[in-house]
């Protein structure tokens, strides 16, 4: 299968969309926010990999993960980017091209890649922030290959003359997300397909064919374990398995954005999705009163398509092709720009974000790690007043 996605990882220039005109704009300028208020600064540039940029970030304790573009995952103490004593970082390497995705969970950490699989580590941390990264895992497994390559009805067409069993990728695996209490594993491919893991053996449980007419490029759960998947298709679609059944199934496609889909990303309490593409919006959907998505509106801002989503606390952090990091806060359905993060070189691919207190009770910092295409990582603290609604 031909790679589909809307971001092609070999080629700087991004197939960047006129905006959403219909959909109305939730910018805002109201008393609820002051952009003054808000400082920033990049407390630094990091330059882990020479010749391959961050393909992914994550945060998982005291630790910052970033998988490459060239099949390599660090790790720092990201605590200590805050007393400006960085220490040296853990190095693993796997598979063939890019790590396109990262998730921890207790003590292992899963990894997507470009050459179709998944990978699960055991992290062992030692002392002075030393980790070792022992391989338990690639899934498919061993054991569901030998199982189901034996039965006919197990094995599905892939391209005119070649067959193989449901529980593999065979594209890129572009990006994985865990079930809150970390039983399941959701993965997305670009070969269009959504797959269910059980992370207690690594068994895949279902694999839904053609969940979209195209690639998949961003998978997303609930607490109340409701998936949302984003495709270069432009269609979001919202995926539950109902009391009693065996299977996923689609219980809503949402369609507003007038091209491929990049990015998601959920509101803390779940109720709120944020949505990016190459069409430069952020759109904004709510549960109507029918229990249905509905758009309410667009964040707009960035001149070029929307490449990566995060959300901490009440704040959305958005990184574009247009080499701009922004972050946004909304309370009421108002939502307006604090900051515009600019020094990067090239278009900002992933992004990941934590929050801490500081000395002032009214207000909080937010340390932001931005990976671009010029091989930067960098580290931004950025202070915010606390809101009283």
Partial sequence: MERTASFNDTNNSLSSQASLASVP????????????????????????????YASSLTLAGKFLYA????????????TLFLSENLQNTNLLTAGTGAVKSIVVHSNKLFSAHQDHKIRVWRITTHDHDQQKFTHV???P?????????LIPKNHVQIRRHKKCTWVHHVDTVSS?????????????SWDRTLKIWRTKDFACLESVRNAHEDAIN??????????????????????RKREGEKKHCVVETLEKHRSGINALALSSDGCVLYSGACDRSILVWEKGENGKSVVVGALRGHTKSILCLCVVWDLVCSGSEDK????????????????????????VKTLTATLYHTDQPSQVSLLLYSGSLNCDIKVWQLFLPLLST
């Fill in 137 to 139: 895992a690639t899934l």
């Fill in 141 to 149: 497994t061993l054991r569901d290959r030998v199982t189901k390559i």
């Fill in 25 to 52: 704009s939730l910018n805002s300028h109201s008393h609820f926010f002051n952009a003054s208020t808000t400082s920033h600064t990049c407390l630094a540039t990091l330059k882990p990999h020479t010749s391959s």
């Fill in 324 to 347: 701009t990091v922004r972050i946004w806060r909304g309370i009421e359905k108002e939502y307006s720009c604090l900051a515009v993060l600019e020094g990067h070189m090239s278009p």
């Fill in 67 to 78: 998988g490459s573009s060239d099949r390599e995952i660090r790790s720092w103490n990201h």
């Fill in 218 to 239: 961003a998978v997303i759960v609930s607490e109340e374990g409701q998936v949302y998947t984003g495709s270069a298709d432009k269609k979001i679609r919202v995926w």
């Fill in 176 to 188: 994985l997300a865990l079930s809150h209490d970390g039983k399941l594993l959701y993965s997305v």
